[in-house]
């Protein structure tokens, strides 16, 4: 049974490129969301989606952040443009939503910016 | 203004002896706690919960412990073992949108 699933694994970029991550939820689980870990800040929640409709974004840093969610099965967070600042793991998360609040967690995107 | 605050960034425990591992939080909203363990270059895994309507919850080797008056959980590990080196973070939720609030984890070191 495949778990969440993220791509690409690591993404080294240049100071004011388009970032864009990816992630596949585990399939039949109803709400997605997206995380930064940090060293300083620790896993943060940037946005959270509910049946592919975006709940709260609260969490996003700032307009160059955008988050997507097209069908059930594929999101997408992009960073435009990037900044070193950005530089972090990020990872995304599935839940069944409603039947619980385990999250599971993808391997993570770890994104260095230059 | 951390609402999960896990206030010991690491630990190191002798092999077949009790780790625990504490979570502090602020938010009287919250009414389930989670545990997660996590290795280098991986994400997350979910290891155990618990209701703010209990005050116990065990699964095998792994117990949590709230105290609601406190705002504190506990996570006991009995016996620990090398494999359970690991960043555990405590989490909270609250409502039934299901999103967690984590704290920023302790580091275990379990040593043979």
């Known amino acids: 049974d495949a778990g969440v699933i993220q791509s690409p694994r690591h993404e080294v970029t240049e100071m004011g490129q388009e970032v864009t991550l990816r992630c596949k939820p585990i399939?039949?689980?109803?709400?997605l969301f997206w995380y930064r870990q940090t060293m300083m800040r620790g896993l943060e929640l940037l946005i959270y989606?509910?049946?592919?409709?975006?709940?709260?974004d609260s969490g996003m840093p700032e307009d160059r952040f955008s988050a997507k969610m097209p069908n059930a099965s594929f999101s997408t967070l992009k960073i435009q443009p990037s900044e070193p600042r950005d530089s972090a793991v990020y990872f995304c998360?599935?839940?069944?939503?409603?039947?619980?609040?385990?999250?599971?967690f993808g391997p993570g995107t770890r994104l260095t910016v230059t | 203004d951390q609402q999960v605050k896990q206030n010991s960034p690491s630990l190191s425990v002798q092999e077949g002896r009790i780790s625990i591992l504490n979570c502090d939080y602020t938010?009287?909203?919250?009414?389930?706690f989670l545990w997660y363990k996590k290795y280098p270059a991986e994400g997350p895994t979910f290891l155990i919960s618990?209701?703010?309507?209990?005050d116990k919850n065990e699964d095998g080797r792994f117990t949590v412990f709230l105290n609601k008056s406190a705002k504190h959980l506990s996570l006991h590990i009995v016996p620990s073992q090398p494999g359970d080196s690991a960043v555990y973070f405590c989490?909270?939720?609250?409502?039934?949108?299901?999103?967690?609030?984590f704290g920023k984890g302790t580091k275990l070191s379990v040593k043979p």
């Open positions: 938010n009287s909203m919250f009414d389930y």
């Open positions: 989606f509910n049946n592919n409709v975006p709940i709260d």
């Open positions: 618990i209701s703010s309507i209990k």
């Open positions: 998360a599935s839940s069944p939503g409603q039947t619980g609040y385990e999250q599971y």
């Open positions: 399939s039949g689980h109803n709400s």
């Open positions: 989490a909270a939720g609250w409502g039934s949108q299901g999103n967690l609030i």
